[in-house]
């Protein structure tokens, strides 16, 4: 409450309340004094309170300056819901809901909001969206203006494969797919569609179900790609299969970063 009372006497820019398990008083002073103030961008990670004080934070947003709001933390589906109503009349470009307990029905209720936002950057990683979530997520991508998806450690068995098949329809230049479960028949739709797109750089960290085979499929869509930087990191990818990549490839970087993993 007291940082909130000389928040509109600073110059302040960034703010980051990293894990402070901000209380409801807190919530609400801070919120009010948003539109005061020079915030551009504002860090809450654990620490949004109850969905009644994240509700009365997010009232605040459009009256705001804020074009980077990280919400790292559990907001649920009814604090997404709510983010959703407004996206579209706030400044925010970039938004990051990194494990925030977002499931079906928040990843529905974001996705319909795209469209209209200007979201640039969307991280939903660590959330249980589940297979119609990340097929909603998808379905608005193609009418969205986000250049940047992360969503690695995504719990949407079955919706990964709309989610890359969308993107020859996107904008997206930074896509994060890591943690994830992709094997052989993921790397066989992207291989159909990077030529296609506009993916410059494609983070497939710390998959352990990529194999050479997988990696020899993936190759056959990169001729012609727009991709200049690859991240794949699998206990399984021979060192011949490494090596036969990067001389095939030597526009693109590749960075075969191999994690401790027991096989």
Known sequence: ??????????????????????????IRALAQQLPHCKIQSLKLYHGVGTPE????????????????????????????????????????????????????KGATALARALPRSQIKILDISGNPIGKIGAEAIAAALPQSQIEDLRVYMLAARGGIEALIECLPQTQIKMLDMKYNNLGLKEAELLAKVLRKSRVRFLDLDSIREMNDEAVNTLA????????EVIKLSSPFVSAEVQNEMKERFVGIEWKFDIMSFTP
């Open 1 to 26: 409450q007291v940082l909130a009372q000389y928040l509109p006497e600073t110059n302040l820019i960034h703010l980051n309340l990293y894990n402070t398990n901000i209380q409801a008083n807190g």
């Open 53 to 104: 004080d994240f509700r009365h934070l997010v009232e605040y947003l459009p009256k705001s300056k804020i074009q980077t709001l990280d919400l790292c933390g559990e907001i649920g589906c009814e604090g997404v819901g709510a983010l959703a109503e407004i996206l579209h009349s706030t400044n925010i470009t970039t938004l990051i809901l990194v494990s925030g307990g977002i499931k079906e």
């Open 220 to 227: 056959e869509g990169l001729e012609g790609s727009m991709v």
